[in-house]
T-cell receptor
Framework: NAGVTQTPKFQVLKTGQSMTLQCAQD?????MYWYRQDPGMGLRLIYY???????DKGEVPNGYNVSRLNKREFSLRLESAAPSQTSVYFC???????????FGSGTQLSVL | ELKVEQNPLFLSMQEGKNYTIYCNYS?????LYWYRQDPGKSLESLFV???NGAVKQEGRLMASLDTKARLSTLHITAAVHDLSATYFC???????????WGAGTKLIIKP
């Protein structure tokens, strides 16, 4: 029972490098989310996808892009990484608008 | 703009004691969620509160919702060390698919 799978678990980048965080869920959920978590700030929404084929900005979208590749997969891309993007990133999914979220295990990203 | 405030943000308590974490939110909402996060781990759903007066209990944790006061509480009874974690509340926005999160309450329970 995999649930939500995120890769990689850890990543170190140099300023200006690009990378893609991958997320896949096997629960047939419609909605998928990308959050970042910084100390003392709770979770902040970067982008979300309410359903396959749609994506929307959250609170902190600048510097990120997303792709809802299919119903299972939702990727987050950093085109030109900056130190301010050092954070823990979580992918999450849920069946519908008012259902609980299921989270992946997180990606610890450091940008030097 | 929907805001969610938790208090306290940090709580250190002794085993066996009772305590309550508060979650206030600023506008009407359909659902309120409580999550637990252990250090270095992901978030795990604890409770989903659907309506005014809802109360849910799991072991030593009990959550309640008062939509008129825009307040949810997470009550810990006879705390044990295993409950040490950070607890988050989150509120659904009615207009879209976003959840708004509180900053979290870091709970340390000392033997």
């Amino acid at each position: 029972n995999a649930g939500v799978t995120q890769t990689p678990k850890f990543q170190v980048l140099k300023t200006g490098q690009s990378m893609t965080l991958q997320c896949a869920q096997d629960m047939n959920h419609n909605s998928m989310y990308w959050y970042r978590q910084d100390p003392g700030m709770g979770l902040r929404l970067i982008y979300y996808s309410a359903s396959e084929g749609t994506t929307d900005k959250g609170e902190v979208p600048n510097g990120y892009n997303v792709s809802r590749l299919n119903k299972r997969e939702f990727s987050l891309r950093l085109e030109s990484a900056a130190p301010s993007q050092t954070s823990v990133y979580f992918c999450a999914s849920r069946q519908g608008q008012h259902e609980k979220l299921f989270f992946g295990s997180g990606t610890q990203l450091s940008v030097l | 703009e929907l805001k969610v405030e938790q208090n306290p943000l940090f709580l250190s308590m002794q085993e066996g004691k009772n305590y309550t974490i508060y979650c206030n939110y600023s506008t009407t909402s359909d659902r309120l969620y409580w999550y637990r996060q252990d250090p270095g781990k992901s978030l795990e759903s604890l409770f989903v509160l659907l309506s005014n007066g809802a109360v849910k209990q799991e072991g030593r944790l009990m959550a309640s919702l008062d939509t008129k006061a825009r307040l949810s509480t997470l009550h810990i009874t006879a705390a044990v060390h295993d409950l040490s974690a950070t607890y988050f509340c989150a509120v659904d926005m009615k207009s879209n698919y976003q959840l708004i999160w509180g900053a979290g309450t870091k709970l340390i329970i000392k033997p």
